[in-house]
């Protein structure tokens, strides 16, 4: 079975600076990667998708993730946010003969100004 | 183009009673899933459909049914609500195995 892990349940941080929200994930076959966003009382937006080829993926809103399957990562990086990128951030993984998503926890991004 | 939409927005149950809720895409999308959502939980998957006719359970698939009589529509049923089952429910659909979801705006089920 596919598990998600979000090492982090919330994460402050200063509009204007860089984040990273790490993802580890536990599987011992090829799979798909996913973030996804989530603002308040909506439902969910993929932000970026790794599939295969290159492990650097660029998203919307200026994100990107870098793949590593040899720490089994997918952390999701920002080098400069704003105040409206306050949000839950999922990070997900299919494959393996699943058919539905599996979910890490979520990561709530806090921006300050 | 409406994406995926879901009916109702809001409900409140009393425990006992049954309800329906229905997932609509317009994609022409093979897959549609239901997930529901918990505060600290994440999103876990409660059944899913890789096409008109076929349905799958999936990791929390207890106390729910569902149904896809065509390919548009997907339904999550509960014959008889519990105050477990208070939570933000979600339909998404694919197009392929592994592609990416499209999510709907969700549901919000209170069971007292």
Wanted: with cysteine.
């Amino acid at each position: 079975a596919q598990s998600v892990t979000q090492l982090d349940s919330q994460v402050p941080v200063f509009e204007e600076a860089p984040v990273e929200l790490r993802c580890n994930y536990s599987s011992s076959v090829s799979v798909y990667l996913f973030w996804y966003v989530q603002y308040p009382n909506q439902g969910l937006q993929l932000l970026l998708k790794y599939l295969s080829g290159s492990t650097l993926v660029k998203g919307i809103n200026g994100f990107e993730a870098e793949f590593n399957k040899s720490q089994t990562s997918f952390h999701l990086r920002k080098p400069s946010v704003h105040i409206s990128d306050t949000a839950e951030y999922f990070c997900a993984v299919v494959g393996g003969g699943a058919d539905g998503l599996t979910f890490g926890k979520g990561t709530h991004l806090i921006i300050q100004p | 183009n409406a994406g995926v939409t879901q009916t109702p927005k809001f409900r409140v149950l009393k425990t006992g009673q049954s309800m329906t809720l229905l997932c609509a895409q317009d994609m022409n999308h093979e897959y549609m899933y239901w997930y529901r959502q918990d505060p600290g939980m994440g999103l876990r998957l409660i059944h899913y459909s890789v096409g008109e006719g076929t349905t799958a359970k999936g990791e929390v698939p207890d106390g729910y049914n569902v149904s896809r009589l065509k390919k548009q529509n997907f339904l999550l049923g509960l014959e008889s609500a519990a105050p477990s089952q208070t939570s933000v429910y979600f339909c998404a659909s694919s197009y392929m195995r592994g592609g990416e979801q499209y999510f709907g705006p969700g549901t919000r089920l209170t069971v007292t």
